[in-house]
C-alpha cells in the first residue's frame, strides 16, 4: 500500500507562499521531516523551473499595427468632399442653361394666367372676351335702349 | 531605467513642441486610450502583446490560433475600454478577457482538447551544445504535451501561475472563479505535470 501524508495537499500552497505567516513556518518544518511532503516540494520546484522556460516565448508579430488596422476598419469611415476640377464646371454648363430657360418659361406663362401681365398680352387671346375687340359696350347700350 | 508596472515610452504631448521620454503607468496609457487615442492603445498591446500571445499559444497549442485570438483579445478590450477602471489591474483584466476569448472559441469549435505545439516548436538553446539543446527541446516538448492532457482549467490556472507570474488573487479575477478553486486547479496540475514528467520516488 502507498504512503500518504494529509499535508501533502499544502505543498503548492506552500510554494507560492499562499500559507500565512504561522503555518507556512509550521508546514516549512513539517516538510523537513516528511519525505512524501520533502519529494513533492522538490518536484514541484522542479516542475516550476521547467516551465518558467516557457516564458521566453515571443510575439513575431507586431500586433500593435495589426490591431490599430481592425480597429481603423470598424471605425466609423470619415471622407473628405471630393474637390472639383475647374473644367470640370464646364461640364455643367448645358444642364444649367436647360434650367435657366425653364425657369424663364416658367416665370413667363405664371404672368399670362394671372393677369399680371397684361402688356405682355397677346391681341389674338382678346377674342375670348366678354366684349371681343371693337364692338360696342352691350350692357350699357341695352340699358339706354329702355 | 522602468519600474515593474511602467513603461518608458516616447510621447508627443498635447500642445508641446519636443518629444519628451515620459513614463507611463497602463493607468495612464489606458486612460488615454478610453478617450479615443489609439497611439496610447497602441502602446498598450505592444506592452502586452507578448504575454498575451504566450498565454494563448499554450492554452490552444496553435500559433494562428494563438495570433488571432490575441487580435480579438485586444480589439474586445479597445471596446470594452470604458468599462475598465483603474482600480482593476490592466494586465488582469486583458487576461480574462484572453481567457473568455479562448474558452469561448475552444468550446465552439468543441476542440477543448489541446493540440500539442509542432515539431518547430522553439525551444531556448541556452549556449549548450547540440546534444544538450536537443535535450532541452525534448524535455520542453514532454512538458508541452503534458500541459496539453490537463483540463483548460488546470492548465490555465497553471501557466498564470508559473509562467505569467500571477497571484491566486489575480487568477481568480481573470478566470472568474473563487481563490480557493484558483489554489485547488494549481495544485491538482502540478501534481498531474509532476506525474507525467518529473516524478522522484521518495
Known amino acids: ?146 | 531605467m522602468a519600474s515593474l508596472g511602467t513603461f518608458a515610452f516616447p510621447v508627443r504631448l498635447i500642445g508641446a513642441d519636443v518629444d519628451q521620454q515620459v513614463e507611463h503607468t497602463d493607468a495612464d496609457w489606458a486612460r488615454l486610450a478610453q478617450k479615443g487615442d489609439r497611439t496610447a492603445f497602441a502602446a498598450l498591446v505592444r506592452k502586452h502583446q507578448d504575454r498575451i500571445y504566450r498565454h494563448l499559444l499554450r492554452l490552444t497549442g496553435s500559433r494562428d490560433e494563438a495570433l488571432e485570438l490575441a487580435q480579438e483579445t485586444f480589439v474586445k478590450a479597445w471596446q470594452a475600454l470604458p468599462e475598465w477602471y483603474p482600480d482593476a489591474q490592466f494586465h488582469t483584466w486583458l487576461f480574462r478577457i484572453a481567457s473568455n476569448t479562448a474558452m469561448d472559441l475552444l468550446r465552439r469549435r468543441k476542440i477543448v482538447d489541446f493540440v500539442a505545439l509542432e515539431e518547430r516548436f522553439d525551444a531556448p538553446a541556452g549556449g549548450a551544445g547540440p546534444e544538450a539543446q536537443l535535450e532541452t527541446k525534448q524535455r520542453l516538448l514532454a512538458l508541452q504535451k503534458a500541459l496539453g492532457r490537463l483540463p483548460a482549467e488546470q492548465r490555465e490556472a497553471v501557466l498564470l501561475r508559473e509562467v505569467e507570474g500571477l497571484s491566486y488573487a489575480e487568477i481568480a479575477l481573470a478566470t472568474g472563479v473563487t481563490e480557493g478553486t484558483v489554489k485547488s486547479r494549481i495544485a491538482r496540475g502540478r501534481e498531474a505535470l509532476v506525474a507525467d514528467t518529473v516524478r522522484i520516488e521518495p
Open chain 1, 1 to 146: 500500500m502507498k504512503e500518504s501524508c494529509p499535508r501533502i495537499g499544502e505543498v503548492s500552497a506552500f510554494m507560492d507562499g499562499a500559507l500565512s505567516g504561522p503555518a507556512r513556518d509550521e508546514f516549512a518544518g513539517h516538510a523537513k521531516t516528511c519525505p512524501l511532503c520533502g519529494a513533492r516540494l522538490l518536484e514541484f520546484t522542479a516542475l516550476s523551473e521547467r516551465l518558467k522556460t516557457l516564458r521566453d516565448t515571443r510575439c513575431e508579430a507586431d500586433l500593435a499595427r495589426l490591431v490599430d488596422r481592425r480597429l481603423a476598419d470598424r471605425a466609423p469611415a470619415r471622407r473628405a468632399p471630393r474637390k472639383r476640377a475647374w473644367w470640370q464646371n464646364w461640364q455643367l454648363a448645358p444642364q444649367g442653361l436647360g434650367v435657366a430657360a425653364a425657369l424663364a418659361m416658367g416665370v413667363y406663362l405664371g404672368l399670362l394666367l394671372t393677369g399680371g401681365g397684361a402688356a405682355m398680352r397677346p391681341s389674338a387671346m382678346a377674342v375670348f372676351d366678354a366684349s371681343p375687340p371693337g364692338a360696342l359696350c352691350a350692357g350699357r347700350c341695352s340699358r339706354e335702349g329702355h
